[in-house]
């Protein structure tokens, strides 16, 4: 079947999370003025971060422990003393800043102008609800789609297949006439093709993953296959 509908990712795929994630810590210590070891401090949490989210994704842990946790386990790592107390207000400066940034993922601009004339876009995220709007809207994100679903509107996160069905629902879109395109593999690309959609992996990290999958490693190269 024709290519009809394209569901993207949003963190890490189109926006660029590292990069904005970087600016808004950077804004927050100075804030707080905690003193912290920048480079340090980034090459202990994101790592962190990571296997936080999956266990959030595997609904392991909320929200609250995700936010609180990542950053409580890198200040231990660090030798950083930070009381219970100030982390929660670092959790949630973090967040009130993170979308004041908004650098895009290298090309990101260029493939939406190139793909909006040719199909229907919509965001899938596991995102945070009361942040992802924010981005969208000061990233420039917003006019090239229709419809963002969030893990949190839906009440499951990616790869589970309710996210992807109730998206398809929710756009009037068929499995079969829909690619979803993101960077993780689990999440995006083995939990759309679970559900008969087509999947594009935004291998930026030029990560090992198996021959068959549609992949990428700039957004450019989506040309090849849309």
Request: glycine fraction near 4%; charged fraction near 25%.
């Amino acid at each position: 079947m024709k290519i009809k509908h394209i569901f993207f990712d949003l963190d890490h795929t189109l926006w660029d999370f590292e990069t904005n994630s970087n600016q808004s810590f950077k804004y927050i210590f100075k804030q707080f003025d905690l003193k912290v070891d920048f480079e340090k401090f980034r090459s202990i949490y994101y790592p962190i971060n990571e296997n936080y989210w999956k266990r959030f994704r595997d609904n392991a842990i909320t929200k609250e422990e995700l936010r609180f946790g990542r950053l409580n386990d890198t200040f231990i790592k660090l030798n950083v003393r930070v009381n219970d107390a100030l982390i929660v207000l670092l959790a949630e400066a973090y967040i009130d800043n993170l979308s004041n940034y908004n650098s895009l993922v290298d090309g990101a601009l260029d493939i939406l102008d190139y793909l909006k004339p040719k199909y229907a876009m919509h965001i899938i995220t596991n995102g945070f609800e009361e942040i992802q709007g924010k981005k969208m809207k000061n990233s420039g994100l917003e006019p090239y789609f229709k419809t963002v679903i969030t893990s949190e509107q839906v009440g499951v996160k990616k790869p589970n297949a309710k996210i992807f069905n109730f998206a398809l629902t929710t756009c009037q879109a068929k499995a079969d006439e829909s690619v979803m395109i993101g960077d993780n593999y689990e999440a995006d690309v083995m939990g759309a093709l679970q559900c008969g959609l087509d999947a594009i992996f935004c291998n930026f990290n030029k990560e090992p993953s198996a021959e068959n999958i549609k992949s990428v490693t700039q957004l450019v190269q989506l040309k090849q296959y849309l």
